[in-house]
């Protein structure tokens, strides 16, 4: 028969077999617990698809492109290339072009991958054949401008505008080269292409932002000569209001899942 010594001799082990147990479960139980509260950083934490940031954009390209041409035909008298005539209607085609093809024509080729309901490579061609057509307006509308300074005598690349406008195409050019390289050129292999991705992304909303930032920059010209603020001021204005809202629009509808 055993002891009375014996058997707390035994219980006294099993307390300390039993010990650590009992302090790692004290440990462990917070970090769970706090593992399961911690919210995930996500595009779904949101809680909305890109859909009506679409559908959004779309509204806002009509407003802009109707408040474009109304500027453009009614108050500026329309657009001419001749040299006799008006100077200014040379000097029109500027921000018309511009505003339809690095402001309208970029926002669609951005949100292309949002809209366009096929197959990726669809898409592709899409954003790509979009960017095309941006860059084709944006050379119009800047021969337009160095042809407006050349037939007037004034000198070019003076004002903060153009010189991020300048940059702005010349990134814009060489954005879409190094893309052709790396998406489209058979040899690139995929490696490159996975890793050249995220940073086409960031630069290509880069340059859509300094293409909204010269836009806006570029009508504030036309506001100033006013003394009396006619109605023509108000329609650049509220053209300058649908840029910008256009633009942030744009890159939530990037940002944003694209499940619909």
Known sequence: MPSRGGNAQAQAQVQRQRQPAVVVV???EPARRRRATMPVKSSASFRMTALPMVVAAQLLTAAVLVLVLVWALHFRG???????????????????????????????????????LGPRPAKKMVHLLLHLVAMAFAAVGLYAAF???????????????????????????LQWLVAFVYFLFPGAAMTMRADYAPWHIFFGIVIFLMAILTAETGL???VFPFNDYPSEAFVINFTGLAILMFGVVVILAVILPSRY
């Open 220 to 222: 504030a010209k036309f």
């Open 78 to 116: 329309g657009v001419s290339w001749e040299r006799t005539s008006n100077p200014f209607l040379v000097y029109t085609a500027h921000p018309l072009f511009m505003v339809i093809g690095f402001v309208i024509c970029t926002g669609e080729a951005v949100m292309a991958y949002r809209i366009v």
């Open 26 to 28: 004290a440990v462990a």
């Open 147 to 173: 042809k407006y300074h050349h037939d007037t005598g004034l000198p070019d690349l003076r004002s903060l505008h153009s010189w991020i406008g300048i940059a702005t195409i010349a990134l814009y050019a």
